[in-house]
């Protein structure tokens, strides 16, 4: 068994919901060499999330942005963590809601996902900065 691992650094994204499934691929290169496996990728940060889910249509991923901020709104009057602005808190209530990380199967070395999925960065604030992926590959050759 192989066991690859990597950091990267994610370009700054506006907040939304962004498909990152290519640049968390290319970074791993080795991926190509698993034959059978699991890819892991890991955000280092509270305020930001991934998920997996439908990499075709955008309206799907205005969609999420619209839905999550009514049910996660800002401005809440129980908020006490308000102190580095309102999308703060609620950033942190969606990330724990989607997670911090997807574990994709690997075949053939490449990910084994379903025809219209795709792996989501959330980006919950206004200015979140550069956010920090693990990535770890391992699997048979």
Known sequence: MKIYQK????????????????????????LQTIAIGQFQAFIKHTSASLT??????PTVREDFESHINKMIPENMPYYKHDYEGADDMPAHIKSSMLGCQVQIPITKGKLNLGTWQGIYLGEHRNYGGNRKIVITVFGAE
């Open 7 to 30: 950091e990267i650094q994610l370009p700054e994204f506006k907040r939304g919901y962004h498909i990152i499934t290519n640049i968390l691929v290319e970074a791993v290169p080795e």
């Open 52 to 57: 997996i889910n439908e990499n075709a249509d």
